[in-house]
């Protein structure tokens, strides 16, 4: 069945560093890839998302890339700092289906 | 505009019971998907409601069950209730259910 992997579950880095997140996904005909950043306590919030006709979105320090061949999408920000610790999920859909799939999550410790 | 807003935001049930969510939509948006979410699952899909009609489901239980009115707002209902259905309960909307989604707070249901 469907089904979205994303790894690693915890990721710890130094503010200023680099974090780097990827998911897997199973359906080739998934088309839409969205990036949600949960803070503790609040709503699950979008802060990236890609389409299956581009290969690379930029958005200052936030940046997805999307690998169809592989199966897979990665969400890169750089320049850490202590208010991106939260939880990072990724999400696959496929048109027509109105169905999101969701990775387990990520969760993101900038350390000070 | 007024963001996704969800009602109650807490409850507290014992098993047997059944329970009612409601969920609000972005004005405009005609789309709203269900989501539980557990620590260990994150975010699992349980329907999708579109000007009234269900156009998707997850693998829930038919214990689990939705509707949405005219207005576009929504209500889950989950009935028998069970321990493990102790969970947030994020409802999300969109102009038409293939493009971003924007979450509400939760419901977070405690099941004792």
């Known amino acids: 069945g469907e089904n979205v992997e994303q790894h690693p579950s915890t990721l710890s880095v130094q503010e200023g560093d680099s974090a780097v997140i990827k998911c897997t996904y199973s359906?080739?005909?998934?088309?839409?890839f969205p990036w949600y950043k949960q803070e503790l306590g609040k709503r699950p919030q979008l802060i990236i998302d890609?389409?299956?006709?581009?290969g690379e979105k930029k958005d200052q320090r936030i940046a997805v890339t999307l690998n169809k061949t592989a199966k897979h999408f990665s969400l890169h920000i750089t320049e850490t700092q202590p208010e991106d610790s939260a939880v990072y999920f990724c999400?696959?859909?496929?048109?027509?289906?109105?169905?999101?799939?969701f990775g387990t999550g990520t969760r993101l410790k900038v350390l000070a | 505009k007024a963001g996704v807003t969800q009602t109650p935001r807490y409850l507290i049930k014992t098993r047997g019971q059944q329970v009612t969510l409601s969920c609000s939509p972005i004005?405009?948006?005609?789309?709203v998907s269900w989501y539980q979410q557990t620590p260990g699952q994150g975010l699992q899909f349980l329907f999708e409601?579109?000007?009234?009609?269900?156009?998707n489901k997850g693998n829930f239980p038919g214990r689990f069950s939705g509707r949405q009115f005219s207005n576009s707002r929504s209500e889950m209902n989950v009935s028998t209730l069970e321990l493990g259905d102790s969970a947030l309960y994020l409802c999300?909307?969109?102009?038409?259910?293939?493009?971003?989604?924007?979450f509400g707070p939760g419901t977070r249901l405690t099941v004792l």
């Open positions: 359906d080739s005909a998934s088309n839409y």
């Open positions: 999300a909307s969109s102009l038409t259910g293939s493009d971003t989604q924007y």
């Open positions: 409601y579109f000007s009234e009609t269900q156009r």
């Open positions: 004005s405009g948006h005609r789309s």
């Open positions: 890609i389409r299956s006709n581009v």
């Open positions: 999400a696959a859909s496929k048109a027509g289906t109105y169905k999101y799939i």
